[in-house]
């Protein structure tokens, strides 16, 4: 269960850090009033914007600017909040922040404003991730699946299955409570559509927050192969940017090339890396030990191969110094030297699919960016698509165990087991929306905001 809420008073600059037009100073706990009175000469109307002067001890002027009072619980973090919006300057605002807590306001910790708002009920736990997920966001679409999850899409979703879970089990305990009845309850129809029923609804769940976990996380693509396979031509033709250096010399690329793309949505980090040789230039081979670490946590591989000229023997060579494990796609580069049609098949002989393109001209570009869709299961950002992290897939899955365990027991009458199955499930939905949540997990996940939020 969640602890109680802080009773001290926060402060921090809430705004990004360097040089800006307008800078905030947010101020969160019972002692806001206080200090606006000593900073201010007043403590300023709730809800409504004025000006006013942010004044040293001595009252000298520090800075003017805005000021906003929120009364609780009617604030964001359901406490008491100042916020001064002054000139964006980072001395001035160190200033202003530094007055502030040497009136009573202790230094914020990373995301202890939306914790607070977490442990006021302001917020559930998944629309507190969903505030650090928006500010994160690399695309449009993560950013609206992020804005459905903190308008509680998401949480909702969970709220209607813990809602099943619960008719379920008292259906259960009933049948268990009449143990002397002739009927078997346990083996009512309607109790069995009704586990297959949340079985679905968990199923689709959790299909729906895989694609918000994609605009979360993204994919990470290596692009691999031999020197001069045209990797780095690759690479500039997917970011449409002279990124990487283009040259007939082999080595050019020594050290690995990352670049942050998107294809129709999924935010896409695409590294490019040393060409897979043997060397005896301490420098390339360090930049193919990075290659070959990065291909063992990449999302996908692109083994990209110079279709002209790569013979079999070395193709096989080459695909056996893949990392165990490495999911690969072949990408036959140069088809506009060797007459090959664009676009994807699938070779049987090595049992990888395969893509055919020309970095050159572009012939193929659409089929591996299509391919690269499909294999993570991508579907695009719709209206309902809300933003989810692998932590709530995580206990999803872990639920959605439970409940097949509960379908099973009672398949086999046992209805004690499957209503224990079922309150665990139940207990586990909890951790997404906080209801049911350590104290270390939540200084996990709010440990990775940005402070002054």
């Not at 404003?113 to 917020?123: D, H, M, P, T, V």
């Not at 690759?234 to 670049?259: C, F, H, K, M, Y």
């Not at 070959?292 to 080459?318: G, S």
């Amino acid at each position: 269960m969640n602890s109680p809420a802080p009773t001290d008073t926060i402060a921090a600059v809430a705004t990004a850090p360097g040089a800006g037009g307008v800078g905030i100073v947010r101020i969160s706990g019972t002692r806001a009033p206080e200090i606006a009175r000593t900073l201010l000469g007043r403590l300023p109307a709730p809800r409504l914007a004025q000006v006013a002067s942010f004044r040293t001890a001595d009252g000298q002027v520090i800075d003017q600017g805005l000021v906003l009072y929120f009364a609780a619980p009617h604030s964001y973090t359901g406490e008491e909040v100042l916020e001064l919006h002054g000139h964006g300057g980072p001395v001035v605002l160190e200033m202003v922040l530094q007055r502030v807590l040497a009136l009573g306001a202790r230094p914020a910790r990373p995301g202890e404003f939306s914790e607070r708002a977490f442990l006021n009920g302001k917020i559930d736990l998944a629309q507190a991730e969903a505030v650090a997920d928006l500010i994160a966001s690399g695309t449009a679409e993560a950013a609206r699946a992020a804005m459905n999850s903190l308008q509680g899409v998401f949480s909702r979703r969970v709220h209607e299955i813990d809602n099943a879970l619960i008719a379920l089990r008292m259906h259960i305990e009933a049948a268990l409570d009449f143990p002397e009845e002739e009927i078997d309850f346990l083996a009512d129809r309607v109790l069995s559509e009704k586990v297959d029923a949340v079985q679905n609804m968990v199923a689709l769940l959790l299909g729906d927050a895989r694609q918000g976990q994609l605009l979360h996380d993204g994919m990470t693509v290596v692009l691999a192969g031999r020197p001069n396979a045209g990797k780095s031509s690759l690479l500039n033709l997917l970011t449409q940017n002279e990124t990487a250096i283009v040259s007939p010399e082999p080595g050019t690329t020594r050290d690995i090339v990352r670049e942050n793309i998107q294809i129709d949505g999924l935010p896409l980090h695409v590294l490019d890396t040393a060409g897979l040789r043997e060397t005896n230039e301490a420098i390339e081979s360090e930049g193919v030990r990075r290659a070959q670490e990065a291909m063992r946590r990449a999302d996908r591989v692109l083994m990209v191969i110079d279709d002209h000229k790569e013979q079999e023997p070395d193709l096989r060579r080459l695909l056996a110094e893949l990392p165990s494990g490495a999911k690969t796609t072949l990408v036959r580069n140069k088809i506009d030297l060797s007459g090959r049609s664009a676009g994807y098949s699938f070779n049987a002989q090595y049992g990888l699919p395969e893509i055919s393109i020309s970095a050159r001209d572009g012939a193929g570009l659409h089929s591996l960016r299509s391919h690269l869709k499909e294999i993570m299961g991508y579907a695009g950002g719709g209206a309902g698509t809300f933003s989810a992290r692998r932590r709530q897939l995580d206990v999803l899955k872990t639920a959605q165990g439970h409940i097949e365990s509960a379908a099973a027991q009672l398949a086999a009458r046992r209805g004690e087991l499957a209503a224990e199955e079922l309150q665990l499930a139940h207990q586990k939905l909890g951790e997404i929306t906080g209801e049911f949540t350590s104290e270390d997990l939540l200084g996990k996940i709010f440990s990775s905001f940005c402070i002054g939020k």
